[in-house]
């Protein structure tokens, strides 16, 4: 049902008929990256966190890690994923198609600086199965973001 909600969300951008549906699953950035023939960095993982308990959204390269210490000096608290069971619920996607579109109310987007050393990356579009080739600029306007962040390291 998820994927629905993102494809008629899509459509005020006119873009609905961009998404890609795989025979196979892309719940991983490792499954993804090989369900699009591309490098996993630029898989856009979008990862699940509470913040005074409020959920929130990260969009990251697919090669970045959470950097604690960033992150608690942005959001002024320790890094707290959701657990399993609490992403679909307060999120709206489950564990697998969590992406930045079509997500419950009140919950915060942000994006990682680390996407924007990509000309496109590939979001997850609501299912276990599928994704969308955005610009950074792209990215901005379809998930709703609050802001564009750093709170991650890339690999050295």
Not at 26 to 33: C, K, R
Not at 97 to 113: E, I, R, S, T
């Given at each position: 049902m998820s994927i629905e909600n993102v494809k008629e969300y899509f459509k005020q951008?006119?873009?609905e008929e961009k998404i890609l549906e795989f025979p196979v699953s892309?719940?991983?950035?490792?499954?993804?990256?090989?369900?699009?023939?591309?490098?996993?960095?630029?898989?856009?993982?979008?990862?699940?966190f509470s913040v005074n308990d409020s959920p929130i959204l990260i969009v990251t390269a697919g090669d970045a890690k959470i950097d604690n210490k960033k992150y608690k000096v942005f959001f002024g608290a320790k890094a707290k994923m959701l657990s399993h069971d609490e992403v679909a619920?307060?999120?709206?996607?489950?564990?697998?198609?969590?992406?930045?579109?079509?997500?419950?109310?009140?919950?915060?987007?942000?994006?990682?600086?680390?996407l924007k050393r990509f000309e496109t990356v590939f979001p997850a579009c609501g299912s276990?199965?599928?994704?969308?080739?955005?610009?950074?600029?792209?990215?901005?306007?379809?998930?709703?973001?609050?802001?564009?962040?750093?709170?991650?390291?890339l690999p050295e």
């Open positions: 951008f006119g873009m892309s719940a991983t950035v490792e499954l993804a990256a090989q369900a699009l023939n591309c490098e996993p960095c630029r898989i856009a993982k979008t990862l699940s619920e307060k999120i709206g996607h489950a564990v697998g198609g969590v992406c930045p579109f079509a997500v419950n109310d009140g919950v915060n987007v942000y994006l990682d600086v680390s276990s199965n599928s994704a969308i080739e955005l610009t950074p600029q792209q990215l901005e306007t379809c998930s709703n973001y609050k802001q564009w962040i750093d709170v991650c390291k």
